[in-house]
């Protein structure tokens, strides 16, 4: 219900985008988010954007990732810049729906972003 995109091999330094489109019995969201989860480590937030606008950014993200996306449209993107060999994690999508329909959290299956060095 949450799919990714975009994921890949890119060079240090470079750009990647990543694309997420939620469908099926997800009617509206609250907010979605990045996550990532590299080898051997827990999953940790990259950054979210709710149904105002309003984004955050783990330390890692800020100034190199832009999140965005239409939330009403239920799609997120992650503009990632200057990536590094420790950006090299799994992607995740997630997205919170509102209080009136369960509150219920859902998870993408994960896109690969390695980079090389």
């Known amino acids: 219900q949450l799919v990714e995109s975009g994921g890949g091999l890119v060079q240090v330094g470079g750009p990647l985008r990543l694309s997420c489109a939620a469908s099926g019995n997800i009617s509206s969201v609250n907010a979605m988010t990045w996550h990532r989860q590299a080898p051997g480590q827990k999953r940790v937030l990259v950054a979210a954007i709710d149904v105002r606008g309003s984004t955050t950014y783990a330390d890692s993200a800020k100034g190199r990732f832009t999140i965005s996306g239409d939330i009403a449209k239920k799609t997120v993107y992650l503009q990632m810049g200057g990536l590094q060999p420790e950006d090299t994690a799994v992607y995740y999508c997630?997205?919170?729906?509102?209080?009136?329909?369960?509150?219920?959290?859902?998870w993408g299956s994960g896109t690969l972003v390695t980079v090389s060095s």
């Open positions: 997630h997205a919170l729906t509102p209080w009136y329909e369960g509150g219920k959290e859902y």
